[in-house]
């Protein structure tokens, strides 16, 4: 009997630990919006992201920027459910935060849906454009 709960415990010991790796690998990328040339750069299981010209805030869970500005949404606070994570962000003034979930759908596509307090707004060409309530990121 005890061979077999050996057996089985050294099938399953290699199982856990690939599984394991896959969620944390979930939330650790760069995921990347074409239409509104955004990027996140995560990792909500370390919380070890320096955020670049921004070296006072320490490292954080991650952030949110756009390409070719340095102006950024630092990633403050994430709490991760499953293929669901609960973040906090603020500007990088730190005069507004916002709220937003950001769903997993499969290996490449993450959902980012603002659930609440101030808008998700970005420079675009000396002018702060509004981003939609929901966004579409792939993992690169």
């Not at 920027?65 to 403050?76: H, I, L």
């Not at 973040?87 to 709220?99: F, H």
Request: proline share 6%; charged share 25%.
């Amino acid at each position: 009997m005890r061979e077999l709960i050996f057996a089985l415990f050294l099938v399953s010991a290699p199982l856990a630990t690939r599984a394991q790796s896959a969620d944390s690998l979930a939330f650790n990328s760069y995921l990347y919006n074409e239409e509104y040339q955004l990027f996140m750069r995560i990792n909500f299981h370390e919380k070890n992201i320096p955020v670049p010209e921004h070296d006072y805030y320490g490292p954080l869970p991650g952030y949110l920027g756009r390409k070719r500005y340095q102006f950024c949404w630092p990633v403050v606070d994430a709490e991760v459910e499953g293929d669901k994570a609960v973040i906090t962000l603020v500007n990088d003034y730190g005069s507004e935060d916002l709220t937003a979930t950001l769903i997993r759908e499969n290996d490449t596509t993450y959902v980012f849906r603002h659930k609440h307090g101030s808008a998700l707004k970005m420079p675009n060409n000396g002018k702060w454009q509004k981003m939609p309530k929901t966004l579409i990121f792939v993992k690169r």
